[in-house]
T-cell receptor, first 110, second 115 residues
């Protein structure tokens, strides 16, 4: 069974810093990997989708990479802002299911 | 499209009562997923449907939980009888199965409190 791990569980950085969130998965047979953002009391908002054949995707200040063979993905956030504070979850699609990590809670300090 | 729509947004009920959560997936999506999120266990997949047919319900915790998808635009998750440990946020998500490299879209969730 696919297992997804996110490290660190929590991260606090001063505004303006660049940061990296990590996601690892145990089974490299995936269709895609998706990064989500979740604000307190809210649903999950999709940030980036990387297909299994792709190495990275970019959206604004966000860049996600995928190394399927090693079972790793990173989400890079450039020039962090207080509005980036949220929980970030990664999910891999294996079979017809999405397997989620437990998330990284990010706090950007003004 | 308005996205995945869940109702109610919040539900408070007494132990032993029946609870029904509702979900309307994005039009044209043929995969639907029910998740439960708690602080202790994170996001857990309860059940998913393809083309209205339940494919895997191994995540449904007990017989008290049941889910139906009578048509492509509506699904329900029912808990009967409800217990305090069922308190959680329940999310519905939908996805297209037109190639499995498509993304999942989530509703805003239903926050269930069983007292």
């Amino acid at each position: 069974k696919q297992e997804v791990t996110q490290i660190p569980a929590a991260l606090s950085v001063p505004e303006g810093e660049n940061l990296v969130l990590n996601c690892s998965f145990t089974d490299s047979a995936i269709y895609n990997l998706q990064w989500f953002r979740q604000d307190p009391g809210k649903g999950l908002t999709s940030l980036l989708l990387i297909q299994s054949s792709q190495r990275e995707q970019t959206s604004g200040r966000l860049n996600a990479s995928l190394d399927k063979s090693s079972g790793r993905s990173t989400l890079y956030i450039a020039a962090s802002q207080p509005g980036d504070s949220a929980t970030y979850l990664c999910a891999v699609r294996s079979g017809n299911q999405f397997y989620f990590g437990t998330g990284t809670s990010l706090t950007v300090i003004p | 499209d308005a996205g995945v729509i869940q109702s109610p947004r919040h539900e408070v009920t007494e132990m032993g009562q029946e609870v029904t959560l509702r979900c309307k997936p994005i039009s044209g999506h043929n995969s639907l997923f029910w998740y439960r999120q708690t602080m202790m266990r994170g996001l857990e997949l309860l059940i998913y449907f393809n083309n209205n047919v339940p494919i895997d319900d191994s995540g449904m915790p007990e017989d008290r939980f049941s889910a139906k998808m009578p048509n492509a635009s509506f699904s329900t998750l029912k808990i009967q009888p409800s217990e305090p440990r069922d308190s959680a946020v329940y999310f519905c998500a939908s996805s297209s199965q037109q190639g499995l490299n498509t993304e999942a879209f989530f509703g805003q969730g239903t926050r269930l409190t069983v007292v």
